[in-house]
């Protein structure tokens, strides 16, 4: 069955300490991964997506299929990166995503 | 940035009753979401909507639930007769094509609260 695991609920870290968010995802086809972020008080938003292998906010996350993980990292932590991180599987053959049960991240000052 | 919007923010009712919950997706979508999110849970999918019909949904999608697009914008969510275990934040989201190949946009949520 299709599954998206986030071993952490919760990571605290220092501001400019760097900062891993792990995901580890079970599908046998050919998975579309994400990060999706709330910060506080505001709606679900998309942060990247591993097929644009683009860095946003200065975070960026390689999809491993031999490890299965899409790991989120972020070399210097700030406070504003402070929010709800959840990782998404999206199906290829189905028009739906499901989500890992989110890890909440918090800098320190 | 256009937005996905959701009416009413806040919902009580009492167990056993219907409740409607209202969404107006981004307007140039073709895809429509309904997520929920039980306190201290994960999000979870209910049920995407294209074309005017149901693509998949879950094993929480049951008979108690329908989806609808009444007209050209809303997209709603009943529950016909709700339980306590109904309460929860409930999200719609809409996408310009399928998940796999375009971001989720979110609403804001509706929270249900069931007594």
């Known amino acids: 069955a299709q599954r998206v695991t986030q071993p952490e609920k919760l990571l605290s870290v220092f501001k400019g300490a760097p900062v891993e968010l792990k995901c580890n995802y079970s599908y046998s086809g050919s998975p579309e991964l994400f990060w999706y972020v709330q910060y506080s008080r505001q709606r679900l938003q998309l942060l990247l997506r591993?097929?644009s292998r683009e860095s946003i906010k200065g975070f960026t996350a390689d999809l491993n299929k031999g490890e299965t993980s899409f790991h989120l990292k972020k070399p210097f932590a700030q406070e504003e990166d402070s929010a709800m991180y959840y990782c998404a599987l999206g199906y290829s053959s189905a028009s739906k995503i499901i989500f890992g049960s989110g890890t909440r991240l918090s800098i320190r000052p | 940035e256009p937005e996905v919007t959701q009416t009413p923010s806040h919902q009580v009712t009492q167990m056993g009753q219907e409740v409607i919950l209202r969404c107006v997706p981004i307007?140039?979508?073709?895809?429509f979401y309904w997520y929920r999110q039980i306190l201290g849970q994960k999000v979870e999918f209910l049920v995407s909507?294209?074309?005017?019909?149901?693509?998949?949904k879950s094993e929480i999608f049951d008979d108690q639930f329908s989806v609808e697009r009444p007209d050209g914008s809303n997209f709603t969510l009943k529950i016909r007769s709700t339980k306590l275990e109904d309460s929860a934040m409930y999200f719609c989201?809409?996408?310009?094509?399928?998940?796999?190949?375009?971001?989720?946009?979110f609403g804001s949520g509706t929270q249900l609260s069931v007594l």
């Open positions: 989201a809409s996408s310009v094509m399928g998940v796999t190949n375009e971001k989720l946009f």
């Open positions: 591993h097929i």
């Open positions: 307007s140039n979508h073709l895809y």
């Open positions: 909507f294209y074309n005017n019909e149901i693509s998949e």
